[in-house]
Every structure is written in structure tokens, then in C-alpha cells.
């Protein structure tokens, strides 16, 4: 760690009050808020001085007042800057998994217990654009933060940055905190698409030869692959505007996907078997079928939809 960010994680450590990761609800109190003065708070300064070393030299008597009232407005405009952010409370949101390559999205619940609206509020994180939002009074907003998910795995929102120079842009207020928030980041799928290995059910038999395509099992959004005679043409009449389905028959369900960390390739490396597998969970998913998936240390027995969908996900995501 470099000497600079070093001297920064201290600076966080000792505005957190030694808190590394804070439990909700996070309060914005006296302590924790800081003022300084900003570019344009500095040269306000200098102007004053300038101006009363003239009203001095001059013997100006309205130079006099004038100074002292703008002093006066900036002296007012540090203590609504430091309202503005102060008794802030902020609550971690969700923050739903994504794939590694892609944003990850956490949200923050700003709530303002006060009477008064706290405008311009900015938050930061490390190396994002700020985003600036205002909270009514007595009234809570969600603040969406983005981040960069590189690499599969627990992704941790790092210290976020509070700030406001409300109302005149003379004084900065600024705040810390450390929400308990972090999001799962799936493995990035494949790129390379290859055939699924599909086989039929067990104890399925000649059954499945039997149901042919005439039991019909549903609708799923339609894929650029599925036969035109399997579109939906009924349900997109009555839905003008809504997505194109096709339809799903029992024989198509009745494959599953046997998904076993033995069995593939033992030249592939790690990262690139969790690929693959995300690849094909996602394949299987889409196209309604069922799986079952077998890794080191973890075992899902055959079954479909949307919860063993994200289970399997998360299983590989936190591969050792």
C-alpha cells in the first residue's frame, strides 16, 4: 500500500471512529461531519480582506457594514452546510447478484427524519462519478451506486463519500460511511457456445418418444432459434405490444442436463470450468429444461426454475 493510501485508509479509520463495517441505521451526528471551506469559500475570504483593508485605509463606513454582512451570510452559510448533511440516517438496500464483466448496482436508503429538505447531496465512491440527489423532508430515497464487478465472488461496497456545498458553494460539509452491503458477483458466462450435454430423464423410457409435441407445457419468451410453427400466434394477437412467446411442450422438458466438475475437460483450468458451467446453467435455464450440478464439496440434484437457477450460480460464484 502506498504511502498516500495508507495515510487515506487512517483518515477513514479515525472519521469511521474506528468502525470498519457500520450496522444500520448509519446516523450522520455532530462527530462525523466536517467542514472546510471551499475554491470559492477561499476566495470569498480574500475578497473580505481585501475589502475591509480599503474601508480602513478609506475610512468608508458603508465599506464597514458591507464587509461585516457578507461575512455574516458566510458565517450562516457554515451552519446550513453542516445541517444540510447532519442527522442523516443511511440503511444498506439491495444489491442484486450480477455476472463478473458487468455493473454492480448496490443501493443506499438516505432517510431524513428532519423538517427541513437537505438538497444537492452528493455520494462517491472510489474512482465513480458522483451522484447528487436531494431528500424531502421526512421522507427517505434510494440511491443507486455503481460499481465494477471484475472477478466472481463477494463484492464489498467500499467507505462512501457524503458531501454538500449548500446553499451558497462556500463551505463544504462531508461525512463517511461504511454500509453492510456487498453483492454477489456469478462467473462470467463462456463466450464459446457449445452444445448442452442433454439426455433423457431418468426412467422416462419410450414415454417421452410418446408425448411427441402435441402436450403442451406452456409459453416462454420466444428465442431466435425456435420453429416459426412453435410461435405463440394467438397470444401475440391479443398482446399487441406485448413480447413475442413461443409455445413449450412436455417433450422438450423432459431432457435434462447433467452437470458434473469431473467430467470436463482436464485441460481446462479453474475459472475457465466455472465458465463453462455458468454458460450452461444459464443455456439450460433459458431453454426450460432441468439440471442437476455436481462440484467439489457441493451436490444440486436434478431441478429447474429460477431458485435452483440462482443456487447453482451462487455455488459456483464461491468455488473455493
Known amino acids: 500500500m502506498s504511502p498516500a493510501a495508507e495515510l487515506r485508509q487512517r483518515f477513514f479509520n479515525w472519521a469511521l471512529r474506528g468502525r470498519a463495517l457500520e450496522a ?25 480582506l481585501v475589502m475591509l483593508i480599503g474601508a480602513v485605509n478609506y475610512q468608508l463606513s458603508l465599506g464597514y457594514a458591507l464587509v461585516f454582512l457578507l ?22 438496500g439491495r444489491a442484486a447478484p450480477v455476472f463478473a464483466g458487468e455493473t454492480a448496482r448496490f443501493e443506499l436508503i438516505l432517510d431524513n427524519p428532519g423538517n427541513r429538505e437537505k438538497s444537492a447531496l452528493s455520494l462517491h465512491l472510489p474512482g465513480q462519478s458522483p451522484v447528487t440527489i436531494d431528500v424531502p423532508a421526512r421522507a427517505s430515497v434510494i440511491v443507486p451506486l455503481e460499481l465494477p464487478a471484475p472477478s ?15 446553499p451558497l458553494g462556500l463551505i463544504r460539509a462531508w461525512a463517511y460511511a461504511a454500509p453492510m452491503l456487498r453483492c454477489l458477483i456469478y462467473p462470467a458466462p463462456a463466450l464459446v457456445v457449445t452444445a448442452l450435454p442433454m439426455r433423457p430423464l431418468e426412467g422416462s423410457g ?14 416462454r419468451s420466444h428465442q431466435i432459434s425456435d420453429p ?16 413475442l412467446l413461443s409455445k413449450q ?18 485441460a481446462l483450468g479453474v475459472e475457465a470450468r466455472l465458465s463453462l458451467l455458468a454458460r450452461w446453467i444459464c443455456d439450460a435455464h433459458q431453454a426450460g429444461a432441468f439440471w442437476a450440478l455436481s462440484l467439489p464439496g457441493a451436490n444440486f440434484p436434478l431441478a429447474g426454475g429460477a431458485a435452483h437457477f440462482h443456487a447453482c450460480l451462487k455455488a459456483l460464484a464461491l468455488h473455493e
Do not use: Y
Request: net charge neutral.
Open 24 to 48: 444500520a441505521p448509519i446516523i450522520l451526528n455532530q462527530r462525523r461531519v466536517f467542514v472546510l471551506p471551499t475554491r470559492f469559500g477561499l476566495a470569498f475570504a480574500v475578497l473580505l
Open 249 to 266: 411442450f412436455d417433450a422438450a422438458m423432459a431432457q435434462s442436463l447433467w452437470l458434473n466438475w469431473d467430467d470436463l475437460p482436464g
Open 71 to 92: 461575512a455574516g451570510l458566510g458565517i450562516v452559510a457554515i451552519f446550513h452546510s453542516f445541517r444540510n448533511l447532519a442527522q442523516l440516517r443511511i440503511s444498506p
Open 152 to 166: 466472481r465472488g463477494w463484492l464489498s461496497l467500499p467507505v462512501v463519500s457524503l458531501q454538500t456545498s449548500f
Open 228 to 243: 416459426i410453427a412453435h410461435v405463440a400466434w394467438k397470444t401475440a394477437a391479443r398482446l399487441e405490444h406485448g413480447p
Open 206 to 219: 419410450a414415454a417421452i418418444a410418446d408425448v411427441g409435441m402435441e402436450d403442451f407445457a406452456g409459453l
